[in-house]
């Protein structure tokens, strides 16, 4: 099989259109519809679906794309140790993080990164865990900087797991809230309050944290947005959970904040691919993260 004709595929099947690929190829649409057929005859079997809307991918289509990204992205670190050696002269690191670590510990890091090796290109998306994850399998970003609640994150077959730490959780009240003056809250105090919650690992380590005290939470709103949750809690509309990281990044200053074992922990780390720290751009940023993260 050939892998240009692979990577060729890839960027159709990304793109959603013969079209936008070659736009994006610099290529001649019937170039591109060229090495698909011929892709096609390789495979014996048809991988795309065309349309006057685009392409759609057929099972095999979509088998194969996924051995696509993994090629693209085992070429990119290809191309970033080739670029790099060991002299970080030049190089990127893509990165993807959860909110809170986007707020907090990803910018320390990018920034001992630039002190450090001034043309060294770093960029991040901002992205839940499970999208993360998502974004390291097709090869869009190179480090995924995940969490789970109470225990390690479980990544796909095929990612490496780096844990850098762990943070308490805290439960969030209204200023004015029955239990505000109280130095002790347990879980089971909250059991007729309206809750508000986050994303969906978050939402389901309250609903744990609150089956553990016999109830299920009267979850009113959610967002995965800890601004507009401590908006949400300060006007009185509910409790909630969250993260130390995430009070770190943002602190309302009328919200009252209880600590206690009984909000749980979470874990957070990196994700990578195998293979990845030996790519110079990539250790850096590997090592920035668990010194600061260590510090």
């Known amino acids: 099989m050939d892998p240009r004709r692979l990577l060729i595929f890839r960027e159709v099947a990304r793109a959603g259109s013969i079209s936008a690929a070659a736009r994006a190829l610099g290529w001649t649409q019937p170039a591109v519809s060229q090495h698909l057929r011929a892709l096609e005859r390789e495979t014996g079997c048809a991988l795309l679906l065309r349309g006057a809307g685009g392409v759609e991918l057929t099972e095999p289509g979509r088998a194969l794309l996924t051995r696509a990204d993994a090629v693209a992205a085992h070429l990119h670190m290809a191309e970033q140790e080739m670029a790099a050696l060991t002299t970080l002269q030049r190089g990127t690191v893509r990165l993807a993080a959860f909110p809170s670590a986007a707020a907090t510990l990803v910018p320390r890091a990018v920034a001992g990164l630039r002190r450090r090796h001034p043309d060294l290109d770093v960029t991040l998306a901002e992205a839940e865990p499970p999208e993360a994850v998502a974004l390291l399998e097709e090869g869009a970003v190179d480090l995924a900087l ?6 390690e994150p479980v990544g796909p077959a095929g990612l490496v797991w780096l844990p850098l730490g762990e943070e308490p959780v805290h439960l969030v009240l209204p200023p004015d809230h029955r239990l505000a003056q109280r130095r002790a809250v347990a879980p ?20 744990l944290v609150c089956a553990g005290a016999g109830f299920e939470p009267q979850v009113r709103h959610v967002s995965d947005d800890y601004v507009v949750v401590q908006n949400l809690v300060a006007v009185g509309l509910g409790v909630a959970l969250l993260p130390r990281s995430a009070l770190e990044a943002y602190r309302h200053p009328q919200v009252v904040v209880r600590e206690s074992a009984a909000w749980g922990t979470r874990t957070f780390g990196v994700l990578h691919r195998e293979g990845a720290p030996a790519v110079p751009a990539t250790a850096a940023a590997l090592r920035e993260l668990v010194g600061l993260a260590s510090g």
Request: glycine fraction near 8%; charge should be negative.
């Open 146 to 151: 995940v969490f789970g609640y109470d225990d």
């Open 188 to 207: 089971a105090d909250l059991a007729e309050e309206p809750w508000v919650v986050g994303c969906p690992r978050c939402r389901e380590h309250a609903v």
